[in-house]
């Protein structure tokens, strides 16, 4: 059975940090893309970083580029957003996904596997 749990989320105020997990299991994690993505109320699927199954190549959005930092463990089948200089804008629940190949998706079903979501709400 694939799951991906996603951990970390919580309640931060602007300039803050916070550090996403996402355990994977059920699936050959290593030759897998992996993605966050994340979706604020009322908005729709924003894709926010991606890494490849090496873990070798990195891609951020614009709005959070030198901000955030994805990395993966491979050995421990676990993907990680740190996430720094927080601002209002970053509030949204956060999913990580994978694919087996590069992917431009909108919508969570695009992805092969995805997650249930961690709350991330960043104010003061």
């Known amino acids: 059975q694939v799951q991906l749990v996603e951990s970390g989320g919580g309640l931060v105020q602007p300039g803050g940090s916070l550090r996403l997990s996402c355990a994977a299991s059920g699936f050959t994690f290593s030759t897998y893309w992996m993605y966050w993505v994340r979706q604020a109320p009322g908005k729709g699927l924003e894709w926010v970083s991606a890494i490849n199954s090496a873990g070798m190549s990195t891609y951020y959005a614009d709005s959070v580029s030198g901000r955030f930092t994805i990395s993966r463990d491979n050995a421990k089948n676990t993907l990680f957003l740190q996430m720094s200089s927080l601002k209002a804008e970053d509030t949204a629940l956060y999913y990580c996904?994978?694919?087996?190949?590069?992917?431009?998706?909108?919508?969570?079903?695009?992805?092969?596997?995805w997650g249930q979501g961690t709350q991330v709400t960043v104010s003061s």
């Open positions: 996904a994978a694919h087996p190949h590069p992917i431009q998706a909108t919508t969570l079903e695009e992805f092969r596997y």
